[in-house]
């Protein structure tokens, strides 16, 4: 919200304070002052001039020569605006002049005539262009016939103004108002608030014998009320208004829609001027609008409606989109003589919705969106009356068209002064707290300690105890609230044990020599479907897109982290970083739903990928080029960690190579997988032999229950056994390894394997693999009788479950 001091001052006597020192006020209380701004840049001995004659250049086609009386003096000076003419008044820079941009004006000679000052247009005097009146943006600033010749043009042109750029909460809609910042403003310095004057002249004529209405959504629509303004002359709106607008950031129009805007932003309250002679139509149906029904609106576009929103008509086709945006059949012009003007209350959440869908974010809309007064809804439409009359000879019709279903009751809220000190921590007497209420304006009743305060309806955040113990609060002054340390017993904060693991997970992978990347969650539609993992795609019917994406590489949910981290690996390795390893832990989302209708399931994955080099010894000439063996050993040895058994089993996967890929299973579960990228993937981000893998980090939390422990370095010798087994090539070692540990008794501590045969000596289809077996009892010396026994269970194990023989 844009705040304009000087139009701040005409509600509320601002006591000489600087703009800095009301700023810090303001930013004490709890709305956030983000800037201080100037309207312009100040500018010196720029006057009121009156054009007295106005004639061609003797030397030059598109320059005039004009005689400017500026009070004091007649000064000759050269001009090229083509708007130029004789009796005007405009804003003459003097010989001395400075400008915005330290523009200094001398006296100089223009194609051989002397030229003394210069007549300047707004965004000479600082006006960015963008609020400058379109009438006025090719050429200079023709002030109006009421103003003072010699006069200083820098609080005409409200050049000297401040503006107050608040950062307003949502809570906080009753500050999207002028009037509302006045009341915030009266409540700091203890001053009152003088409203508007909303009295209107009107004729004997009624609005309702010329407008009929008919709402058939009071749901959406409890309040809207109809005025029929007359003779309407539509031109520039008076200077005053201009100045203010712009200081708004609002472009100055015409007066019709410059006045609709200026209550807008004095009562917080949107209207809308229907021109009637447009508007086809005696009768006003508000309705919801049909589907796939039509409009286009003030801004040239056709917007496609639905039944979820609201219109306005004239019975038969939609003229404005509630609470957003007016049709551009019913647009107010220079031609405009008769006004049909809306003030009404609009549902929030339909507005929300319409604004929404269709993109279309308003100063109207904000307002609706968060909910107006409902009792300063007609008083706008009379303030607009006024103005209207005031300012474009307009003609009110007496009793305008309302239909009201609108509850204007006010909240009432009970506190005592007890129950306030023991929240704040403060000795606050009554006499505080009434003074407190007065100064917020609030109407109250109070017997001792209790107060029963109405909260007005243009504070619609307030409804309980708590809210009105923050406006005491912040009132009284935040700064006078005592400063006291906690009581009681501390308890010193810790990590879950998920988090502990994720830690854990984190740092192991930073010790394995991998670095940690963060990737987008959202990704292309495309990518969004690579290298998943086979357990999530039966759990995911399709990839969750976005409704409004902010682009289309950023439109979907992702279903694996790893298309992202092989762009990161591609973006650095075209930097000339050929060597990298990175890992990510973090969430995919996943919907078992065609269409989502319901929050996306996030699940916890830990992914990882290498290229490149993973050691190099220059010295000593020895290098090793990353593998699949690599990258399966960082998983092991995680596994290992976390004290659980994983096995691997070939498979295919798109993207991933059919040979050098395998999923990963823990307790018989798929939890993810590993292998290479597929030679033509890595040709498509540009990479050499990579290696990735994605495993579901939340199932390896839930199923680690180890906590660590302090083993003994043990003081009695340890056994070590060989073992070779013969078995189908289809048996993966970390089958047989597991029935090795599950039969072998507790003597067993290691098991490695460290050969695999295939070939000479064995028959086809069948492979030699071989075991270290590790036996270790810290208590006391081991037997061969206890190992010989151990190892028959063994042999007896591997052949009962998966048919091996022991190799000879």
């Known amino acids: 919200m844009l705040v304009s001091l000087n139009w701040l001052k005409n509600y509320v006597n601002l006591q000489g304070l600087t703009p800095e020192a009301l700023a810090d006020k303001i930013t004490k209380t709890g709305i956030e002052v983000e800037s201080i701004d100037y309207v312009a840049e100040k500018s010196t001995n720029v006057v009121i001039g009156y054009v007295e004659s106005c004639e061609k250049h003797p030397n030059a086609d598109k320059l005039n020569l004009c005689q400017v009386n500026v009070g004091d003096e007649t000064l000759q000076i050269v001009c090229g605006a083509p708007n130029v003419a004789a009796g005007q008044n405009v804003a003459v820079a003097k010989p001395g002049a400075v400008l915005p941009g330290n523009f200094k004006i001398k ?23 963008k609020y400058v009146p379109k009438d006025v943006a090719e050429g200079i600033f023709v002030f109006q016939n009421d103003v003072e010749v010699g006069a200083d043009v820098l609080q005409l042109l409200n050049l000297d103004d401040v503006i107050l750029e608040l950062g307003l909460t949502p809570n906080r809609s ?15 310095l203890d001053v009152d608030v003088k409203l508007p004057d909303t009295s209107v002249s009107m004729i004997e004529a009624k609005a309702t014998d010329t407008v009929g209405l008919k709402v058939e959504t009071p749901e959406l629509n409890p309040y809207y009320a109809a005025f029929i303004i007359k003779d309407i002359e539509v031109g520039p709106s008076p200077l005053w208004m201009r100045n203010y607008l712009i200081a708004a950031g609002i472009r100055p129009i015409n007066n019709v829609v410059d006045i609709t805007n200026y209550v807008l932003l004095e009562y917080g309250q949107p209207l809308h001027a229907f021109d009637f002679d447009r508007f086809d139509s005696n009768q006003i149906v508000v309705r919801r609008a049909k589907q796939n029904e039509t409009m286009t609106t003030l801004d040239g576009q056709t917007r496609d409606l639905t039944t979820d929103h609201l219109v306005i008509t004239n019975g038969q086709e939609p003229t404005a989109l509630a609470g957003v945006m007016g049709g551009a059949n019913a647009e107010v012009s220079d031609t405009t003589t008769t006004v049909l003007l809306e003030t009404a209350y609009f549902d929030p959440k339909a507005v929300r919705m319409a604004s929404k869908h269709h993109g279309l974010r308003s100063e109207s809309s904000a307002r609706f969106e968060k909910g107006v007064d409902p009792n300063r809804v007609y008083a706008a439409g009379l303030r607009a009356c006024q103005l209207l009359a005031a300012h474009a000879n307009g003609t009110v019709l007496s009793e305008p068209m309302i239909f009201d279903q609108l509850d204007k009751s006010e909240k009432q809220v009970v506190m005592t002064t007890n129950r306030i000190n023991n929240r704040l921590g403060t000795e606050m007497t009554n006499e505080d707290i009434a003074l407190t209420l007065k100064k917020l304006g609030f109407l109250f009743e109070q017997n001792g300690e209790t107060f029963e305060v109405t909260i007005p309806t243009r504070r619609q955040d307030i409804s309980q105890f708590e809210d009105m113990l923050e406006e005491v609060a912040r009132i009284y002054g935040y700064d006078l609230l005592p400063y006291t340390l906690p009581q009681g017993v501390a308890q010193a904060g810790s990590l879950t044990k998920a988090q502990e ?22 990704t292309t539609d495309n990518r969004a479907q690579m290298l998943v993992s086979p357990e999530v795609k039966e759990q995911a019917v399709t990839p969750i897109r976005l409704a409004m994406p902010m682009s289309e590489e950023h439109s979907t949910l992702r279903l694996s982290m790893l298309p992202e981290m092989l ?88 993207g991933m190579h059919p040979g050098r890929t395998a999923i990963v299973k823990v307790d018989h579960k798929v939890i993810g997988f590993v292998g290479q990228v597929h030679p033509q993937l890595q040709k498509d981000f540009d990479l050499k032999d990579t290696f990735v893998f994605d495993i579901d980090l939340a199932y390896l939390i839930e199923q680690h229950e180890n906590e660590p422990n302090f083993n ?21 070692a970390g089958d047989i390894q597991q029935t090795i540990a599950k039969n072998a008794g ?43 026994a151990s190892y028959q269970k063994i042999l007896l194990a591997v052949k009962d479950e998966h048919k091996a023989e022991l190799r000879s």
Not at 122 to 127: A, K, T
Not at 588 to 606: G, M, N, W
């Open 174 to 188: 009753d500050a999207l108002s002028m009037l509302g910042v006045a009341y915030e403003v009266a409540a700091i």
């Open 746 to 788: 507790s003597l067993l501590k290691e098991i490695q394997v460290f050969d695999l045969y295939q070939g000479e000596h064995l028959e086809t289809g069948k492979k030699s693999l071989a075991f270290h077996l590790l036996y270790l009892d810290p208590e006391r010396t081991l037997t061969d009788d206890e190992v010989e």
């Open 712 to 732: 003994k370095i043990p003081r009695f010798p340890t056994v070590t056994r060989d073992i070779a087994l013969v078995v189908n090539e289809t048996v993966s």
């Open 567 to 654: 762009d990161s690996l591609a973006y650095n390795v075209a930097r000339k970083q050929y060597n990298l390893g990175y890992y990510e832990v973090g969430t995919i989302f996943i919907s078992a739903e065609e269409k989502v209708t319901k929050q996306p399931k996030e699940l916890l994955r830990a992914a990882a990928a290498i290229t490149g080099e993973w050691l190099t010894h220059p010295w000593q000439q020895e290098k090793k080029v990353v593998d699949f063996f690599l990258i399966k050993g960082i998983m092991e040895g995680l596994f290992e960690r976390l004290h659980v058994h994983a096995t691997f089993e070939p498979t295919k996967i798109d």
């Open 501 to 522: 693991l994720k830690r854990f997970v984190k740092n192991y992978f930073e010790g394995a020599g991998l670095k940690e990347a963060i990737t987008y969650s959202l």
């Open 107 to 129: 006296k100089a000679k223009l194609r051989g005539v002397e030229s003394n000052g210069m007549i300047c247009s707004l965004q000479e005097l600082g006006i960015e262009g």
